[in-house]
């Protein structure tokens, strides 16, 4: 019978409450004797190693007065962690988890497989490939898409990076193997002809479009073999040779000294992207921010201004990082109009390059745009049922284009609502994996017999050890809150008709003498805001006003717990250069002021919305209402 | 009172059987109940979002109902998954976890801190970074090294590598750096002597010992602010400017076109290495494998061999990987000697490099050598409790020298019994998390009053949002199984006890007309051996059988549930030179054939022992008689 979300909703979480903790207690302590009674069951003849008399010694009484003991002391220790359940918690991408991924981890964990391959997880690392599927059929990749989970976004977005340069450099490669091995391919280049690869100059070759790319790896593999094209090309690899000696090479095979490849990144970008090119030896110099718009989104024409200068200097781009749902302001970048400035670039100058899209934070609001037969969902459908002018088609165009990028990144330990750690990753052509594929000596492919080399996760990713628990919850919380309309789509816009309220009020909130001045209203769910007095004249007064309201309402309160919990963060020079103005300009600070002040920024109140009860509030406590009394009491106490 | 462990260990885990079942759900009821109070107990004033009413609704129903069923599902294909927790399962290095650690996770997790901040994880981070300084004190580390967990062995691994390089080249980066600013600082040099900075060639610069190249940091930090310096070495720093620009400028800045550094690692090193030098940008290329020797551990004077070699073609060392717990084999390295080769070629070469211990398998161990007030354990003392003549001393001192380690890497998510996931790596020398910081604008570290930057873990390590549960899970763990004689110690002497008794049972095992043949005593629980038959007479049908042995004694046996679990694993060459030879002698394989076999190597079966019951079944089943026994069954129907 088809689920109406309404009614359902009440039956996703353990509640603020603990409203369903019958639930909850009922299927914790099923999947636990379910357990149970699988070891009392397997094997019954092997009797016991441990015996009701060892159950009686001193030892064992004592031990497990330790035990008991300390998880009493544990217990009592986490009564000062963080109630993110609560609708008082408005702070950070985190609220309270699905039941069914609360449960999908804990039964599964009893059995603590382990997803590097399937022959230690052969049910998890199945569910871990139909929760990638699940993924990316929620934001329309062909079924030759290929993704996994990691331990969260960073590990993601390195990988789509990893990837990325593995795939922007293999017709280098390629050019150098098919050199070694006497044999004259064809590649596609970015303007839609073709040409024999031994002509390319390295310039070409650095800006052949992935699609491309990979057709070339496949004619290179079925031209030579498999294992010896494998080997020509691990001689010109950089995988293989490392930086130094490529660097070198290029020289020398091209005499041509190019510049390094650069990453371009909206400004908006999670700070993690710094420490990824890091790592990668790519260098942090390399990052080169795009500038925003006024909603806080990477700018078009600033990106096709910027490609251009770079093709013009003849810099190779490794890959350009588009974000949906920045985690700062939940800005969804128009990444159907980046689509657009990229097939300019290979049409117009015959550059191109990887595109990613960061959404770590917002892909699960994808579920918005599916019907239940996982068709797209019309704009007009979508707000019949949020009621209102918005998501407008900009925004759907937006979400809809996630589709056509390269790779994705998707964390369901944020707006999936299941425990940590669950991020993925998602590639459009399946293919790219392979190009990072490694041979353990003790993982074989050819393990459970009918078993796929597909099901040994190990070969393709960064990591090797990894949860099935993980893929358990993930996958459970997929059935039982479907990834469209009817689930997480409704679960998410309830979040957003939740923070467009909160943002109304805080609009029309009178604090004086204290006055709001917002951001724009939230792409999805992040409300952003500072608040200012009469008395402040500097930059450096307003920032501390808003970091001592932050202080009143946190668990860092001096005088006792906090009415509501926000969390803040700091608007930077130049990343928001583009998008600050107006803000600045109603505050009345001065551009420059800001601008000088570096890392200092400015200070800005932030809010989370996961609540889903926030939009509709009785006969429940309305903390829209709630917040801004407190907001407040908040601002008299941090000026007094 | 003390814990007698023989009379503790059968309060230590659920139980082959589930015998504590009973304490298991005592405490899984009591941390739920105790959660859900708190939920009831916050702001009762709140009233309630989720009502009595809407859970009588037909969507509730209905989506309890599909929750449910799924749920079911669920439980029913885990019967699918490997039975680890039994004694019939003898393969990878698995087994079931503490109760402490999955009541510990579970009780945690439905908080959900996230170890990112303290801001989102006031308790576990905390936890975190006891479980730190529990692993570090284990193993030596003085008080002033530093910690943290990862998502498993190859991140951390990663890490080490990673820091180790941002170690081996900041005298590079300071030297420019102090240049820029005008200053003139001294620097240790390997040879135990100062020089002045300005005047060292590059390849001085690359062979400074790590404290030396940290006393320099804080020179250039002290001599010109913390945030002058911070911007001079950013201009000179890998990590800024990227490979491909740091190539140019050691070239055109010293003239001097060094070789790319390389990496030395155990010929038994986990194939993660490759996959971490790959994404780092050094390239599988520089990835030097070091001989072993019969015990199939790093060979000191190949190392040493090797180590003068790249000294004299003025080959730069990054760092060398040594194994504590070899993955296929449970070798332990001696890495007291790899020291002394250190000591020896800073002396006589003036040449030095970044020594991590890969202990992500045996680390655990350590808890052998302690005693219950954190001493060290003697030799006989540990030898009385065995009852054995093992471990030996060279054994002690290897593990002893972990302790002088410049980084350690250990997985309490493999030998600490715990859930996955749960990686940990340490430095020595803890001002190296310095180097990699970064500062994010959201997650400040001036949170929670009071609290430390240090309580901000996203700043210094790869990885973002990461499970606050897996750190109490840990610290759980190490509360009631402490980390010496009377609790991991213990319970680790016990799996080596039960291995080497499987081993001696494989080896007087009479399966005529199959002969065992076996690897050496495990130095810690890892038990390898190769069947062979008189009709076979080539290394491929030698593998073939040996593989279809396999196959009849795992989940993928084709009639029927396998009595036992195994695993196998590929000796490879060049990796397997040093040590393989008394194996294929008593083979009849040729070395040539073997050497000639390329990736196929030669299959060994591999039974990693875990359970802590082996040795001393009765009245408990005999698994190693099982074993046995099952064994020549099985060696009969791969035959077959």
Chains 1, 2 share one sequence.
């Not at 006497?182 to 040409?195: F, I, K, N, P, T």
């Not at 290179?220 to 293989?240: F, I, K």
């Not at 909130?509 to 402040?536: E, G, W």
């Amino acid at each position: 019978m088809p689920l109406d979300p309404k009614e359902a909703l009440p039956a996703w979480f353990l509640g603020p409450r603990a409203e369903n903790a019958d639930l909850l207690e009922r299927l914790v302590v099923e999947a636990l004797r379910d357990h149970v009674f699988w070891r009392r069951n397997y094997h019954p003849e092997d009797g016991f190693s441990i015996r009701e008399m060892d159950k009686r010694r001193e030892g064992y009484e004592s031990s497990v007065a330790v035990l008991t003991q300390e998880l009493l002391g544990l217990l009592a220790e986490l009564k000062r962690d963080v109630p993110f359940f609560s609708g008082r918690y408005k702070g950070h991408m985190i609220a309270e988890q699905t039941i069914a991924s609360q449960i999908g981890y804990f039964a599964t964990m009893l059995y603590n497989p382990n997803n590097i391959a399937a022959e230690i997880s052969p049910v998890t690392t199945r569910l871990e490939l139909e929760v990638a599927g699940d993924l990316a059929r929620m934001i329309g990749y062909p079924a030759t898409s290929w993704g996994h989970l990691t331990s969260g976004g960073t590990v993601a977005n390195f990988e789509a990076l990893w990837l990325a340069r593995s795939v922007r450099y293999l017709p280098v490669a390629a050019a150098g193997a098919a050199n070694d091995l006497g044999l004259d391919l064809e590649v596609g280049l970015a303007d839609g002809s073709s040409a024999p690869l031994g002509g390319l100059r390295l310039w070409d070759l650095l800006n052949i479009p992935v699609e491309a790319s990979l057709d070339l790896w496949e004619r290179l593999r079925r031209s030579a073999g498999p294992a010896e094209a494998q080997r020509a090309l691990a001689d010109h690899s950089l995988a293989t040779i490392g930086y130094q000696e490529y660097s070198r090479r290029l020289a020398l095979d091209y005499g041509d000294p190019l510049p390094a490849g650069v990453v371009l990144v909206a400004a908006t970008a999670h700070y993690s992207w710094e420490k990824i090119v890091r790592a990668l030896g790519i260098g942090s110099n390399q990052l080169v921010y795009i500038p925003l718009d006024t909603c806080y989104r990477m700018d078009p024409d600033a990106l096709w201004e910027r490609v251009s200068e770079l093709v013009r200097h003849r810099q190779p781009i490794l890959a350009c990082v588009s974000v949906c749902g920045t985690t700062e302001e939940s800005a969804v970048d128009r990444l159907d109009q980046v689509l657009e400035v990229r097939a300019r670039a290979a049409r117009e100058l015959g550059a191109t390059f990887h595109l990613h899209s960061d959404a770590c934070y917002g892909g699960y609001a994808a579920a918005m745009t599916r019907t239940a037969d996982g068709k797209s969902r019309p704009g007009e459908a979508i707000r019949r049922s949020t009621g209102e002018i918005w998501p407008d088609d900009k925004w759907i165009r937006a979400i809809a284009a996630l589709g056509e990028a390269d790779s994705v990144s998707i964390d369901p330990h944020k707006m999936g609502y299941v425990p940590y750690s669950a991020g993925a990753i998602l590639v459009r052509d399946g293919r790219t994996r392979h190009l990072v594929a490694s041979e353990p000596p003790y993982l074989s492919p050819a393990v459970n017999g009918g078993q796929d080399v597909e099901q040994f996760l190990g070969r393709y990713i960064l990591e090797g050890s990894k949860p099935g628990a993980a893929a358990a919850a993930v996958w459970l919380s997929h059935k039982a809150i479907p990834l469209d309309e009817r689930g997480y789509g409704f679960l998410i816009e309830r979040t957003m008709a939740g923070s467009r309220r909160l943002h109304a009020a805080l609009a029309r909130a009178k604090l004086a003498p204290f006055r709001l001045v917002l951001l724009p209203a939230p792409d999805i769910n992040i409300v952003c805001y500072v608040v200012t007095h009469p008395s402040l004249d500097t930059l450096t007064s307003l920032n501390a006003l808003n970091e001592r309201i932050f202080q009143e309402l946190s668990l860092a309160r001096k005088s006792g717990a906090p009415e509501y919990i926000v969390t803040r963060t700091r608007l930077r020079s130049p990343m928001y250069d583009g998008a600050i103005v107006p803000l600045l300009d109603e505050l009345g600070v001065p551009v420059a002021e800001w601008k000088a002040s570096g890392p200092e920024g400015l200070v800005v109140l932030r809010s989370t919305v996961m609540d889903p009860f926030l939009d509709s509030p009785a006969p429940g406590p309305d903390h829209v209402a709630g917040y801004v009394a407190a907001l407040g009491r908040a601002c008299t106490a941090a000026l007094g």
